[in-house]
């Protein structure tokens, strides 16, 4: 079945570490993409997401602007991940799933193969809830980490999604 993501109800955020603090931030209200899922096979045939960076926010308007700077995110206004190659799910329970997905995730305009933790459950409306979960790397994106006040900021990112999918008709 073919599911598209409902932009208004699915959410990301992500966590940064600096070595005296660590700062959240979230986007929400714009992700797009779509998933074809088959709970028979429990194989995900394909999946792609898409958020705009312009969104993202930390709750501070100079850390905002900081990071829009840093990233050049008018330059890059778009972050997404595309499936490489089906995938075979677990069942974890009648309508639970998890599993790896292995695919490209583009960020600031560069492109890098990544695998992202999946957990895939189908609600009794017959929604897709999709939760995802992957560590974001600097240095594997050949970006140099920002320094905050002297201090460098840890090469670790933790990014997590809730995608919620309705059914194509």
Known sequence: MKYTIDTEKSEA?????????????TVSGCITGGVEFDSEEC???????????????????????????????????????TLKNPAILTKKDEDEYSGTLQGELEFAGITRDVPLSCFLRRNKS???????????????????????LFLTVKDEVEINASLLCVEEK
């Open 43 to 81: 194989k995900l045939s394909s999946f792609t997401a898409e958020a705009d960076t312009t969104a993202f926010t930390t709750g501070d308007a100079e850390r905002n602007k900081a990071m829009q700077d840093f990233f050049d995110f008018p330059a890059h206004p778009k972050a997404g991940f």
């Open 126 to 148: 017959g929604k897709l809830v999709l939760g995802l979960s992957l560590k974001w790397s600097f240095k594997t994106f050949g970006i140099k980490a920002p320094r905050l």
């Open 13 to 25: 955020d992500f966590t940064a570490f600096a070595p005296m603090h660590k700062f959240k931030g």
